[in-house]
């Protein structure tokens, strides 16, 4: 569980390599399809083939919705990195999904949330809100704004992909629902990565970087994480998960420099805080607040 954080971490410091006249769909796109070549290869091996009948019985809909959704989703953290910064794009993704899913819980589903609930989110809805509001050097303020926002939407996307990915799981495994749902949308999104083909077929070091987002930061993950969710509880598995964000950051500052003001810094804590709250089941001994990944 940590070592699939940790690589989900990296797709923020390896995107902001890629030249910036390759298109944001594009991107999303080339990750999607280099990530689902990646899981197919780890599923041929580990069901020997099987998986393809198992994925034949996944209902359409659902499934196509999950993967248009999850385009976008792609794009729009990819569109939150560029003009936010990986520190705060990835931060404001992260922390907003066991938000969006409370609220579904709570507005569509009718399932009343606890107060401790209410207490996180409103947290982790400050610490946004002051990465948003805050600048990050070289960042001007309506570019941080915008990542900021294209962000949360992202977040908003992951929410809905995670529920489908749950009900489409009745009929496959994890990773078999995912390999599907993320092979759908590279498909659905094809022409734009077809489009924008001469960019990064020409270029061998632009190449190598979205082989890298495919396998590094989307097939290996995912198959570290589904491994993983089967030997431990799921609080202890969203607590681990939060080596993504740490990476992300550290990859930010490290590598590419970033550096977050006085109330960057404190929204980064607040949301840190709060997320820590929703696995506060292991940490304290108390009953956890819902949480959908």
Do not use: N
């Not at 401790?116 to 809805?125: N, R």
């Not at 993504?244 to 804590?269: H, K, N």
Request: aromatic share 8%; with cysteine; charged share 10%.
């Amino acid at each position: 569980m940590l070592l699939a954080g940790i690589c989900w971490g990296t797709f923020g410091t390896l995107a902001s390599f890629l030249p910036e006249s390759l298109p944001s769909l594009a991107v999303g796109t080339l990750r999607l399809g280099g990530g689902a070549l990646g899981i197919a290869v780890l599923l041929a091996v580990t069901t020997r083939g099987r998986f393809l009948r198992r994925i034949t019985k996944l209902p359409i809909r659902p499934m196509v919705f999950g993967a248009v959704v999850l385009g976008m989703t792609q794009t729009l953290l990819y569109l939150g990195i560029r003009q936010a910064g990986v520190t705060v794009a990835t931060m404001i993704f992260i922390g907003t999904p066991p938000l969006f899913s409370g609220l579904f819980s709570q507005l569509v589903r009718k399932e009343k949330q606890s107060r401790s609930w209410a207490i996180s989110s409103g947290i982790i809805a400050l610490g946004c809100a002051a990465m948003a509001v805050s600048d990050v050097s070289g960042t001007a303020d309506t570019s941080l704004l915008i990542g900021s926002l294209c962000g949360l939407a992202a977040g908003a996307g992951w929410t809905i992909v995670g529920t489908l990915l749950r009900d489409l799981q009745q009929h496959a495994s994890p990773l078999e629902s995912s390999f599907a749902v993320m092979g759908a949308s590279a498909l659905i999104l094809s022409p734009f990565a077809i489009r924008s083909a001469p960019i990064w077929i020409s270029d061998p070091q632009v190449l190598g970087i979205i082989l890298a987002l495919g396998l590094i930061s989307s097939a290996l993950p995912y198959w570290l994480f589904t491994t993983g969710a089967r030997r431990i509880s799921a609080s202890h598995a969203f607590l681990y998960g939060l080596s993504e964000p740490v990476t992300a950051s550290l990859l930010g500052m490290i590598v590419l420099g970033e550096r977050l003001t006085v109330l960057g810094l404190i929204g980064y804590a607040a949301v840190v805080f709060g997320l820590l709250l929703f696995s506060y089941r292991e940490l304290f001994g108390i009953r956890p607040i819902g949480i959908h990944r």
